[in-house]
């Protein structure tokens, strides 16, 4: 027997939803069941698991900064740590595990992505604006291309000075899974200026700036 599934429908589509319940004298929602009544046993069961919201979380595999180009910047020079704006119009991207993302999420519906980062507080002027948006690399690339990076499911996001480093979660539309194309996450400046200028912890300490375990997680009902 496969789980069961329940369907809403917004008027026009159906698509898969969950069953929610605040339970006897509660006020939070938790996932409800589905019973039957057994005409032999005469009893109310639970219903095979009904499709349920499950989450994982991934740790970052690798990280890197490129030039407009897409050429990849020299560690000796620069560490691993992903950049964005400036007027080199630095592009940043972090990458995880792309098939133990998939074998996680199999063919279950993703609800949410949200990759959690370290913003290097600047010591320039500016406080940048960016955004981020998912990459399609399995393995870190020698050079980014921007056809490897989608700019149509993102995430703007403008980071302010405070005088020490700081973690922020970003959630990228559910469509940035790419039918399982995803491979993690870029960032870039919406435009290219020192004020744009950004850094953000990468997977090697190095240049003054630990390093951080960036992560991605994913929710996804199944």
């Known amino acids: 027997m496969t789980k069961g599934v329940i369907f809403k429908c917004n008027?026009?589509?159906w698509s898969k939803t969950t069953v929610k319940d605040t339970g006897i004298n509660s006020t939070a929602w938790d996932n409800g069941l589905i019973k039957h009544w057994d005409t032999v046993n005469n009893g109310w069961y639970d219903n095979y698991p009904m499709e349920q919201s499950q989450q994982q979380t991934f740790n970052v595999v690798w990280t890197q900064a490129?030039?407009?180009?897409g050429k990849k910047l020299d560690s000796a020079t620069w560490g691993d740590h992903p950049r964005a704006g400036d007027s080199i119009d630095f592009i940043g991207l972090w990458g995880f595990d792309n098939s133990a993302i998939k074998a996680f999420v199999a063919n279950g519906k993703i609800e949410n992505i949200q990759f959690e980062i370290m913003f290097d507080d600047p010591s320039h002027a500016g406080n940048p604006s960016l955004i981020f948006g998912a990459h399609i690399y399995k393995s870190k690339p020698t050079s980014a291309n921007w056809n490897d990076i989608n700019?149509?499911?993102?995430?703007s996001s403008q980071f302010?000075?405070?005088?020490?480093?700081?973690?922020?979660?970003?959630?990228?539309p559910n469509e940035a899974w790419i039918d399982g194309e995803l491979g993690g996450l870029a960032v870039w400046?919406?435009?290219?200026?020192?004020?744009?200028?950004a850094r953000f912890a990468g997977k090697t300490t190095s240049h003054g700036l630990n390093s951080f375990n960036s992560t991605l997680l994913i929710q996804v009902l199944k």
Do not use: E, P
């Open 160 to 172: 302010f000075q405070t005088g020490s480093d700081y973690t922020r979660k970003i959630n990228l």
């Open 151 to 155: 700019n149509l499911y993102t995430a």
């Open 11 to 13: 008027g026009s589509s």
């Open 189 to 197: 400046a919406k435009s290219a200026t020192a004020g744009n200028s």
């Open 66 to 69: 490129y030039n407009a180009s």
